[in-house]
């Protein structure tokens, strides 16, 4: 919220005190705050006690438009980020949707062209009073924004219901949201571009109640497509029988064996960047039974025939137009790790392979930490153990640098 600054309008209302402890957490923050005072609020709070606080701006009426400080009521709604209204008392609400300017509160608020954020507070009946209601609702089609009012006890002895000032933590957050709403939004390293991931294991049936899995938990590629979502990317997740939640902002495709995973990856084309994580079964059950297999009274067991499944990455980073422009391979081994990584980045036509150890000692596979070896054209980098969160994170950066680098050398 630093280097911030609003305009803090207060109505005249006996939460008006409130605002006063709001102004010192805004100036803790880094925030400006300039405030105007209705004439109401002057028997609540003084000019000198907000000031104090503020140490800045404090406007009680339109005279103060002309005097030396020289500042206009457009300029001083022109210059804040947020314009704030706290407490908003029934009769400010109502001038508001009404449109006047017949202070300088709401000569401020009809001149703006900033967000508004409005902290009602008022007896329960004002509040639920159809008046209100109207003002409010209309309020809020103008795209201004309110927080609170809240339940509890009010000033007056045996008055309670909906019409207390949102206290001040609940007026800093609604104040932080609108800020970082206004800000503009950086520009994450992997926006526009299009990323797969596949995740977990899949399962080839045997019958329809037994197949043939491994021990894939499918984090790492959970990960990934947190980690590419959270640089910008649109990511579509092709994810194998797995126990996580679908990730936010994620398009998560869920498919069981080998053949659904191909498939649906390959309609996930066009992409830039694709990630083999997902620890696809070397073969598939051709005779899988319709129904389930029963024991023999001979004993005898029943024979499996297997065929060898699609190889999803080979597949997918074959040379031709719709190659993602950044093809990254898993080689999870459990000897030989980077011997084994750098033959298969050559054999299946990837650009990186990501090597780890799972021998069961490492506790790697369905664990939450992993050791890599990122194996790329250039030679191998070890990394040193960590999350696989951070993993996920630092190869989507370094993804999103190759995928720019790239770009710039084809200019
Ligand atoms: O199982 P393998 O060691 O060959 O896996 C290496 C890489 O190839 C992994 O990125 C894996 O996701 C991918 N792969 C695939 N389809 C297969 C087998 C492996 O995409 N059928």
Redesign the pocket.
Known sequence: MAHKRIVLIIGGGIAAYKCLELIRRLRERGVGVRTVLTKAAQQFVTPLSVGALSNDLVLTDLFDLDDEREIGHIRLSREADLIVVAPATADLLARMAGGHANDLATAVLLATDKPVLVAPAMNPRMWSHPATRRNVALLAADGVRCVGPAAGEMAEAGEAGLGRLAEVPELLEAIEALLAEGAPKPVLPLTGRHVLV?SGPTHEPIDPVRYIANRSSGKQGYAIARAAAALGARVTLVAGPVTLPDPKGVTTVHVET?AQMLAAATAALPVELAV???????WRVVNAAGEKIKKQASGAPPALALAE??????TLAARGARRPRLVI?????TENVIEYAKK?RKS?G?DWIVANDVSPETGIMGGDRNSVHLVTQQGVESWSEMDKDEVAMRLMQRAAEHLLANEAAAE
């Open positions: 596949t080998a083999f994580a997902a620890a696809v079964a070397d499944n699609p190889d999803i990455l080979r391979g898993f080689a999870a081994e298969k299946k990837a």
